[in-house]
């Protein structure tokens, strides 16, 4: 219902050259919690008009919504039936063509043929993957001995739930070095994560998930955790080059969070 009151709007919409659906919907992968990844290709004339002074028009179709992000791309969460929609604009001129998984909603202009894919420029809607340079890993090591040295606190004071929250920032740094050594954008296709990585990242990653909530536990995922990130940084440098990491330094920390814990 979701989707085809949003077609109905942008069909009367002249600027709206092209609908398309990606994603799991337009793969054949969507389960009941799947959002909807919409994306409309627009005049070139008409796109500050439309996509940002006459949103609310674009967006009427959708019904009752709650507002996420409203910016260059736009998330909502549809009411009452709880759908997020995810949305963003391209102009006609900013379209590469590319075999990908999509179901075309409509095409005004006739651009896609049965053997071509138009799928927007990437560069102008992710983050960059992270320049790999010797400055940029220094600074990310520093920014994780950081973390690391601090990690201790929560467990030497007895508070398990700060323990605990501890641990998730350490396996969210991890991940984000799991993804950058493999040349992804971070958070990219998360929902898609046992595809994204190897069976050795996943295996590393499965290792850090404690037993339970007890110190014990927490403890020791916790320095597996520091363990794995200082390999990965260690892989990344010699990636890189000389410069970019000191294992050195980043070991010795990781020895004295282990002495206090232990």
Same mark, same amino acid.
């Given at each position: 219902a979701v989707l085809d009151r949003f077609i109905e709007t942008v069909r009367n919409i002249p600027a709206v050259s092209l609908a398309w659906l990606e994603g799991s919907f337009a793969s054949g992968t969507a389960h009941p919690a799947s959002d909807l990844d919409l994306w409309i290709a627009l005049e070139d004339a008409e796109y500050d008009r439309v996509w940002y002074r006459e949103l609310q028009a674009l967006l009427a179709g959708? &019904?009752?919504?709650?507002? $996420? =992000?409203?910016?260059?791309?736009?998330?909502? =969460? $549809?009411?009452?039936?709880?759908?997020?929609?995810?949305?963003?604009?391209?102009?006609?001129?900013?379209? =590469?063509?590319?075999? $990908?998984?999509?179901?075309?909603?409509f095409d005004r202009s006739g651009y896609l043929c049965s053997e071509l894919a138009v799928f927007p420029d990437e560069?102008?809607?992710?983050?960059? $993957?992270?320049?790999?340079?010797?400055?940029?890993?220094?600074?990310?090591?520093?920014?994780?001995?950081?973390?690391?040295?601090?990690?201790?606190?929560?467990?030497?004071? &007895?508070?398990?739930?700060?323990a605990g929250f501890c641990l998730d920032l350490a396996r969210i740094e991890l991940v984000r070095l799991l993804y950058w050594q493999r040349g992804l954008r971070y958070a990219k296709r998360y929902k898609r994560l046992s595809s994204v990585l190897d069976e050795g990242c996943l295996?590393?990653?499965?290792?850090?998930?404690?037993?339970?909530?007890?110190?014990?536990?927490?403890?020791?995922?916790?320095?597996?955790?520091?363990?794995? =990130?200082?390999?990965?940084?260690?892989?990344?440098?010699?990636?890189?080059?000389? &410069?970019?990491?000191?294992?050195?330094?980043?070991?010795?920390?990781?020895?004295?969070?282990?002495?206090?814990?232990?």
């Amino acid at each position: 219902a979701v989707l085809d009151r949003f077609i109905e709007t942008v069909r009367n919409i002249p600027a709206v050259s092209l609908a398309w659906l990606e994603g799991s919907f337009a793969s054949g992968t969507a389960h009941p919690a799947s959002d909807l990844d919409l994306w409309i290709a627009l005049e070139d004339a008409e796109y500050d008009r439309v996509w940002y002074r006459e949103l609310q028009a674009l967006l009427a179709g959708l &019904g009752e919504y709650v507002p $996420v =992000i409203m910016e260059k791309f736009v998330r909502v =969460i $549809v009411m009452p039936e709880g759908v997020v929609v995810e949305l963003e604009a391209v102009t006609k001129t900013n379209l =590469i063509a590319r075999p $990908v998984p999509l179901r075309v909603l409509f095409d005004r202009s006739g651009y896609l043929c049965s053997e071509l894919a138009v799928f927007p420029d990437e560069s102008n809607s992710w983050p960059h $993957v992270p320049e790999s340079t010797p400055d940029n890993l220094r600074q990310r090591a520093r920014e994780l001995m950081v973390l690391l040295v601090e990690a201790p606190g929560p467990l030497l004071a &007895g508070d398990i739930p700060a323990a605990g929250f501890c641990l998730d920032l350490a396996r969210i740094e991890l991940v984000r070095l799991l993804y950058w050594q493999r040349g992804l954008r971070y958070a990219k296709r998360y929902k898609r994560l046992s595809s994204v990585l190897d069976e050795g990242c996943l295996r590393d990653l499965n290792s850090t998930y404690p037993a339970s909530l007890s110190a014990e536990d927490i403890k020791g995922v916790l320095l597996k955790t520091f363990q794995l =990130i200082g390999e990965y940084l260690t892989s990344l440098g010699s990636k890189i080059g000389n &410069g970019g990491f000191s294992a050195r330094e980043y070991w010795l920390l990781y020895r004295q969070t282990r002495d206090l814990l232990e």
